[in-house]
């Protein structure tokens, strides 16, 4: 073989890697952290039906942050083209562990034993969700088509995550369940950092090929989106029918599907902006984080980075 390389943080290759890793590291964070048991109060609020909604929302969150956690980022790792970027996608992959956990944590405080062996039950046998599952792990595990692999890992990211991120963000914005809606916003800060480098070294590859080649790409991404989409919808019928909330859902989710095409430097597909989104989940997302000083619990010698409030523009991390 070749001489082993050490990796050399003094010669970078290309700078958007050491700007990802020192916002991914300054972003650093752990559900332990989030006092979730104070939302107990707005919980026992809540009737069956959106019980039922929280809990299977985050189901189905927990899937897909385990595939990204367990293949997504191995697989991506298999074709990075500078040592700093597999440094990030560790960074990733370990972040996606976090949040995979940080639904359990949500689950334990809100859930009885019960409810929460049913809502796994549900998450690993679910028709719909079981089925954006394995469309994006078939294509993780084609090792043939590494830009397939990319576009797949943004459209989890910045779209297919957002039927769930609904949820707590609509709470949010009626000063309901502000604990839970932490962890998600922590979460979707992160997946917006993800989606938006992973959408950029994909554009590096996909400038680099000819214009038949990019033709078929697009035509292959906008189909598989739309494939995606349609799946979704039958997702979020499951889900929110029984609350009234489906068609809100469903023009959030058509404004994150563009907000994807975006990070890979491609035009909408949809009609929807964000003035078309639910106003109250739109402040859900612009209310600054509600723990701002929560790391000061953290005793000496842990030292982190401060959260800093979460505005519009690092929503709009991807124009
Ligand atoms: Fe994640
Ligand atoms: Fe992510």
Not at 191 to 199: L, P, Q, R
Not at 237 to 250: A, F, I, P, Q, S
Request: glycine letters at 6%; charged letters at 25%; zero cysteines.
């Amino acid at each position: 073989m070749d001489n082993y390389k050490a990796i050399n943080w003094n010669s970078i290759n290309d700078e958007i890697d050491k700007a990802t890793w020192e916002k991914l590291t300054e972003q650093f964070w752990l559900d332990t952290r989030i006092p979730l048991s104070n939302d107990l109060h707005d919980w026992r609020s809540l009737d069956d039906d959106h019980k039922w909604v929280v809990g299977h929302v985050f189901g189905g969150l927990t899937l897909l942050d385990t595939l990204q956690s367990q293949d997504g980022m191995a697989a991506l790792r298999k074709d990075v083209i500078t040592p700093h970027e597999t440094a990030v996608l560790n960074n990733i992959q370990f972040m996606e562990s976090v949040h995979a956990k940080s639904y359990s944590s949500i689950f334990s405080t809100l859930n009885t034993p019960d409810e929460i062996e049913e809502i796994f039950k549900w998450s690993d046998s679910e028709e719909f969700l079981q089925n954006k599952a394995k469309k994006i792990y078939t294509l993780y595990h084609d090792d043939g088509n590494p830009l397939k692999k990319k576009i797949s890992s943004v459209f989890l990211e910045t779209f297919l995550f957002y039927s769930g991120f609904f949820t707590p963000l609509w709470y949010l914005g009626h000063n309901k369940l502000p604990n839970v809606a932490e962890i998600i916003k922590l979460i979707l800060r992160d997946e917006s950092v993800h989606g938006t480098y992973i959408g950029y070294k994909f554009q590096i590859a996909f400038n680099k090929l000819g214009s038949n080649e990019q033709q078929d790409l697009k035509d292959w991404m906008y189909n598989f989106l739309y494939e995606l989409y349609e799946n979704e919808e039958k997702y979020t019928h499951l889900l929110y029918d029984k609350v009234g909330w489906t068609d809100n859902v469903l023009t959030f989710i058509r404004y994150n599907a563009n907000k994807a095409l975006m990070n890979l430097g491609q035009d909408p597909m949809f009609a929807d902006t964000h003035e078309d989104v639910d106003p109250i989940v739109m402040n859900g997302i612009s209310t600054s984080t509600a723990n701002h000083d929560f790391f000061s619990q953290v005793g000496n010698g842990y030292r982190l980075g401060e959260v800093e409030a979460m505005n519009n523009d690092d929503y709009n991390i991807g124009k």
